[in-house]
Structure formats: C-alpha cells, structure tokens
C-alpha cells in the first residue's frame, strides 16, 4: 500500500484551532461526522471502499512527531498542554467505520468529538487521491501544470492595473480536493516561488511547516454547528460559539465564519462587541457581492472603518472570481480568498464534490442553513423546521 497520509501535519489549519477550542472549553462532547459525494463521480465510490480501509488503518497508526509538535508549538496562539495532548495522541480506528450501500460509500466517525473532528480532512483527501489514481496521471499533471502556468500569467497582468488602496492576497485553501498530495505540494511551491506578493499562505500545516509559509485558518461551520447542542439556548448559540472563541484566542485567529444560518441572522448577532473584537469575515455561501456589501453596510452601520477590517471569500474560488471581488471591494476594505479544488485540482478532471460534515452532536442533530442552495446537511426535517423559525430564515428551493 502507497499511503496517502504521511503526516498529521497534512490538514487543514482550523482542525487545530477548533480542536484546542472544544479540548479546553468542552472535552465530554460527543460528536458525528457522516461523509457525502454531492455529485456523480466517474465510477462508484464503493470500489474504493478495501483501499479505504487499508488507509484509515494507516491514519490510525500516525503519531505527530517531535519537530511537528515544536512547529505547532511556536504558533503563538497554540497552548502548550494542547501540544501535550498531540504528543499522546492517536486516532481511534473505533471511532471511524467505511461501508457501502450499493454504488454509494458510506464513511462514518462518531465518539467523543475531541477524537474524531480531525478525521475529515484526511478522509476527504484520501478519497480524492484513491479516486483520481484510476485516471491517466501523465496527462492530469500535463494539464494541471499548463493550467498553472495559465495562473500565473494572469496573476502578472495585475502588475498593470491601477494600484487599490489594499493589496490582493490569495492562500490555497486546497487540501480536501486535491488531486494529490504531491501536486498539490508542487502548486503551492510553485506559486511562492512565481508570485509571492500575491501568493501569501496555505491552509494545509505541514507545507506551511515545510516551505516556510503563513499557515492560513480560523473555524469552520463545525465549529459554530456543535454550539446548537451544548445547552445554550438555540437563538444564542452563534453567540456563544463567538464569544468561546474570543476566550480562548484573545485578538489572535480574528475572521469569523458568517454563514451557518445565513448572513443576515449572523450579522444580527455580530454586535459591536463582536465586530470590534473580530478583524473581518469569512464568505463561503451565497452570492460574494451581496454578502461583501451587507458586511461592509454593517460596519458602517456600527461606525467601523471598515478599513480596518477584512473580507475573506473562500466559496468555490477561481482566480478570476477572486480578481472580480478584489475590485469590487479593495478599495472600501481588506480582502483575502481561500481557493482550493480550483488550485490543487485544475488537472481537466471533473473533481468530487465530497463532504464530511458533522450531522450529530451530544445526541443531538445539528444543521447548517447555508445561504446557497444544496449545502444544506441534516437528516432531521424537524429539527431544519425549528432552526428557520428561530432564525426566520426562508428554506432555499
């Protein structure tokens, strides 16, 4: 077996930060995770479903090693009994199980939430490589290297614009998709090494480690979903998640995630308190430019130089989207863009749109109401019911 995962580093930077958040704050959750492919791959995913046994069980077998607890312990916003934690950690081959249903893959991790909300991105990752191995690999990487070239140049045309009162800055938000772990290495090196003022980080740890980049992240919607079943009243629970978040991290990791029951109700519970303590936003459903201008409507409406603030996009960027948003809003506030399948599966490959959410909490269902229609991940009609009446959101068609 050729291993996917060679490193517990090789994820997503948020996992770490959301995952010391809930080991400080609320260590007894328990917690469900449940993976879904939204389209039609190529063939069934259930072939896969030996190699993906064979590679949870690797996973399972990874320690973090010395020289990676020192790197995460130098993040200034990373505790030292949180590092002591990694050092003795081990995933649960338990708490993880693959099945199948016909053509459909099933993988499922449930037990206490501080031992399986790592699983998702190595899961999501693994998956990807398996599926994309069937393919002709000389002609992907022929294809994705053209098409990176292509980037590039587009990235230089930006040399002669007229300058915008803030910088473009774009990071690889790319590790779930990707078309491998090895391309997705030569994409990131690649763009430090031909456009570093533009080309400013990358999500994935262990290459932040390695090419000594920015490692790029705050929360995602697990984050702020598992808040809806720790006993706070529903209404509060994007308070409560937000203000968890400001204890723990004090001014550092300052871009909240806006979209778990639509903009509109986050930005009713993003108060001055919050929108001072908090250096900007995360869009990652709904329509960019209206989200950029309700967000900056809002700081205006909070007497908020909204230049001091950031707008960070992150939902299904292209480079050119990105440039598109940037004029639109470079002038009025700082902005950033997250893009991933984009950038580490531009390979002339239709990639997988494939998802490990968490669909379970303390026994309980948790839900996100995405502001775009189809990212909607609950079982549980009732439960989707309640939550839209409590936030007076309209279900999307």
Same mark, same amino acid.
């Given at each position: 077996m050729d291993p996917i995962i060679r490193s517990l580093l090789d994820t997503d930077l948020y996992k770490f930060t959301m995952w010391q958040t809930m080991l400080h704050r609320h260590p007894q959750t328990q917690a469900e995770y449940s993976f879904v492919c939204r389209n039609e791959p190529a063939y069934p995913l259930a072939e896969l479903l030996g190699d993906v046994n064979e590679q949870l069980d690797h996973l399972c077998s990874l320690r973090f090693e010395p020289d990676e607890l020192a790197y995460l312990g130098a993040l200034r916003y990373i505790k030292s009994d949180f590092v002591d934690f990694m050092r003795i950690f081990r995933f649960q081959r338990e708490f993880i199980t693959a099945s199948v249903e016909g053509p459909v893959l099933h993988i499922r991790s449930l037990g206490p939430q501080v031992h399986t909300m790592a699983f998702e991105i190595f899961v999501l990752a693994i998956v990807n490589e398996l599926y994309f191995r069937r393919f002709d690999r000389d002609a992907a990487l022929?294809?994705?290297?053209?098409?990176?070239? +292509?980037?590039?140049?587009?990235?230089?045309?930006?040399?002669?614009e007229p300058p915008r009162r803030h910088p473009f800055e774009f990071f +690889?938000?790319?590790?779930?998709?990707?078309?491998?772990? +090895?391309?997705?290495?030569?994409?990131?090196? @690649?763009?430090?090494?031909?456009?570093?003022?533009y080309f400013k980080g990358t999500s994935n740890v262990l290459l932040a480690k390695e090419l000594d980049l920015v490692p790029i992240g705050t929360m995602a919607?697990?984050?702020?979903?598992?808040?809806?079943?720790?006993?706070?009243?529903?209404r509060d629970f994007q308070k409560a998640a937000l203000e968890g978040w400001v204890q723990e991290y004090r001014g550092d990791l300052g871009v909240a995630l806006t979209d778990v029951v639509g903009m509109d109700a986050f930005l009713a519970d993003f108060d001055l308190y919050f929108a001072k303590l908090f250096d900007g936003l995360r869009h990652d459903s709904g329509d960019p430019l209206v989200w950029g201008e309700k967000a900056l409507a809002h700081y205006v409406k909070l007497r908020i130089d909204s230049h001091t603030k950031r707008l960070v996009f992150s939902d299904g960027l292209d480079l050119e989207t990105a440039m598109k948003l940037y004029r639109a809003f470079a002038d009025r506030a700082q902005t950033g863009f997250g893009i991933g399948t984009n950038l580490t599966n531009d390979v002339g490959l239709v990639p997988l749109n494939i998802v490990m959410k968490l669909t379970g909490c303390n026994a309980q269902p948790v839900a996100k109401l995405s502001d775009s229609p189809g990212k909607t991940l609950c079982d +549980?009609? @009732?439960?989707?019911?309640?939550l839209r009446q409590v936030f007076n959101v309209t279900a999307l068609a």
């Open positions: 022929a294809q994705g290297r053209k098409r990176l070239q +292509d980037k590039i140049a587009l990235l230089r045309t930006f040399e002669k +690889d938000f790319g590790v779930r998709r990707r078309y491998s772990r +090895d391309w997705q290495r030569e994409v990131v090196a @690649t763009f430090k090494n031909e456009v570093p003022q919607h697990e984050y702020l979903q598992t808040y809806q079943a720790l006993g706070f009243r529903l +549980d009609q @009732t439960f989707l019911a309640y």
